[in-house]
């Protein structure tokens, strides 16, 4: 059965990712990572998050897929290494170079071929596979009938990117930000100039800007018909905050179970669809999962994105002498008011604020960014359960 592999930027967002539907996990480290501006990982804290989805039998995965420059070969088998030595299960890579040193080596890792080498077709997939790759990413280029065409040939693992965004060059292969700004998108430092507002210069007063964007991939409308060929769907999204990846990982881990079960109907499709839309987005559409794909499925010529304020905090510690939770919050809520808590073990349920006070005295609003704020515990919660505000 398909596992689902989701993002992490941070230790944080590595806990919300395990407890909230992730079967696998994938982050960065503070070098070597096409996402520089992640909060990314210490080699301690890559440690610690090993230990924390371990204990959960959920893998994690380091992506080394940077462009490797004539001074980075020595420090990044040294990388390697102590990657090895914290346990890491894999790496995703895009080099060669590295694929062959892992083997060269003898490292226990994993090698999985980073969608960054945009491979399509069974030659290339037959010749990775030889060097000893276990699991290719594919190029975000393929299709619905590309993917299970290629999965029949059963070369080796294949893996998918099921949701989040997609890049306007083929496979992030752009150039673009480091003619612009000097930041190389291949050194993980895309400055995402493809999303900036852009004019014709023989037509500004006539026209509205545009972006040279795309839209977010959403793939739940066809993961049934890819899940029995792929064997991991993978969301982007290191950049994304924790709420971000909670609720995607319990939206596409429960179409997984679904599908499992032989539940997946059209009624789940348009509940887990409905769910998705929900949250805040760029337009979403099948990008070039589907088949006959047209520029208006890709394409995305807004210049603003949705933004909501559902996301109200999450909870920290439970202190159940005092009876008091500790609530880190992220948007305005009130006392007395009544919001939605997002577990990440049972259905969401209503619960009412009670008694808010920050670290000094009661106050009627929290209202200070990623400050604590403490109520009353009048039910049973669990740290780094989500509150979410109710309508």
């Known amino acids: 059965m398909s596992k689902l592999l989701l993002p992490a930027g941070n230790l944080l967002k590595l806990k919300f990712a395990v407890l909230y539907g992730g079967d696998e996990v994938y982050l960065g480290g503070k070098n070597f990572s096409l996402r520089n501006k992640a909060d990314n990982f210490t080699l301690d804290e890559i440690e610690e998050g090993v230990k924390f989805a371990h204990s959960y039998n959920k893998k994690v995965y380091v992506t080394v897929n940077v462009v490797i420059k004539n ?39 994993e090698v999985h071929l980073s969608t960054q080498v945009s491979c399509m077709n069974k030659e290339a997939m037959k010749f990775f596979a030889s060097l000893g790759v276990k699991r290719i990413v594919l190029a975000r280029e393929c299709t619905l009938d590309n993917i299970i065409s290629l999965s029949k040939e059963n070369i080796c693992d294949i893996e ?16 673009l930000s480091d003619h612009l ?49 792929c064997q991991s769907f993978k969301v982007e999204g290191r950049m994304k905050s924790e709420y971000y990846v909670a609720k995607i990982g319990l939206i596409y881990s429960k179409a997984l179970r679904l599908i499992k079960e032989n539940k997946y109907d059209e009624n789940s499709k348009k509940e887990l669809l409905k769910a ?75 619960i009412k604020i009670e008694n808010l006070r920050d670290e000094d005295s009661p106050v009627n609003v929290a209202s200070k960014t990623e400050k604590p704020y403490y109520v009353n515990l009048n039910t049973v919660l669990k740290p780094l359960y989500i509150l979410e505000k109710y309508e």
């Not at 020595?74 to 346990?87: A, G, T």
């Not at 990117?161 to 752009?174: D, L, N, Q, T």
């Not at 900036?196 to 500004?204: E, F, G, H, Q, R």
Request: charged share 30%; hydrophobic share 35%; proline share 2%.
């Open 276 to 350: 998705l839309l929900e949250i805040e987005n760029r337009p979403l559409s099948l990008g070039y999962l589907k088949n006959n794909f047209t520029s208006d499925d890709i394409i995305d010529l807004r210049v603003s994105r949705d933004v909501n304020h559902s996301y109200l905090g999450y909870i920290d510690e439970v202190d159940q002498v005092s009876k008091t939770i500790k609530i880190v919050r992220k948007n305005d809520f009130k006392n007395n008011e009544i919001v939605r808590v997002i577990p990440y073990d049972r259905e969401p349920f209503l």
């Open 181 to 229: 700004c000097l930041r190389g998108a291949n050194d993980g430092l895309c400055a995402h100039s493809c999303r900036w507002k852009y004019y014709l210069s023989n037509d500004i007063d006539k026209k509205d800007p545009f972006v040279l964007g795309v839209k977010d991939l959403m793939g739940i409308e066809i993961i049934d018909k890819l899940a029995s060929y």
């Open 71 to 109: 001074n980075l070969g020595n420090q990044i088998v040294d990388y390697l290494r102590e990657l090895e030595k914290r346990n890491v299960d894999g790496v995703i890579v895009s080099s060669l170079f590295l694929i062959q040193k892992i083997k060269e080596l003898g490292l226990k890792l």
């Open 160 to 175: 998918v990117f099921i949701h989040g965004g997609m890049c306007s060059s083929i496979s992030g292969r752009c150039s």
